[in-house]
């Protein structure tokens, strides 16, 4: 089932969520709940979605790219679920990533991400897994994170690089484009 979106001002984007228990995730609704989860950010398009984008404060968000109309630039990344995840950065390094959300409609803003992460997360059946996650890929999942402490991405944002969905592809796109292939070429992903 498609969920409807929470949109910034709702109070729910702005939790700390809570740890999901095995009990609570092994159970049919939340099985059920990670399903319509996966199914609307499909129906939304969006890179990955956060279980506070769908009104729950849980620790879970989802992150999958294949021929994504509204990143038409992003690397593919495989669905992976991830129940109760830690990130940890590891490399000093930033580079700026030209952010949108799908809780935020028609803006994107340029966000310093960290090219290099370990990802530690359950997968949907509570199984532990660790992954190293590069690149832009690597911001799509901070991105997901910064959801389930309450972080949108305007606030880490210099409001200054703002900007509506028309004005980045008339003036941000292709100078963005050449960016991402760079620190693909650097990166991987
Ligand atoms: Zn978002």
């Known amino acids: 089932m498609v969920l409807d979106i929470t949109k910034i001002g709702h109070p729910v984007l702005r939790e700390a969520c809570r740890p999901v228990s095995l009990d609570e995730l092994h159970s049919e609704a939340m099985q059920q709940f990670i399903d319509d989860l996966i199914e609307t950010k499909r129906a939304a398009n969006g890179a990955g979605i956060a279980a506070p984008q769908v009104g729950r404060a849980i620790r879970i968000f989802v992150v999958e790219v294949k021929n994504n109309p509204r990143y038409p630039y992003k690397p ?17 390094e930033r580079y700026l990533n030209y952010e949108g959300c799908l809780s935020i409609p028609d803006l994107r803003g340029q966000v310093p991400r960290c090219p290099h992460i370990r990802v ?4 949907r059946s509570g199984e532990p897994f660790e992954r190293i996650v590069k690149g832009i890929t690597a911001g799509t999942f901070q991105h997901e994170y910064d959801h389930i402490e309450g972080i949108l991405f305007p606030d880490r944002s210099d409001p200054r690089s703002f900007c509506t969905w028309g004005e980045f592809a008339l003036r941000q796109e292709p100078a963005f484009r050449e960016h991402v292939q760079r620190v693909v070429a650097q990166w991987g992903e």
Not at 76 to 92: G, H, K
């Open 76 to 92: 593919e990344a495989p669905l992976t679920i991830c129940v109760n995840p830690e990130l940890e950065f590891l490399t000093e």
């Open 120 to 123: 530690k997360a359950w997968d």
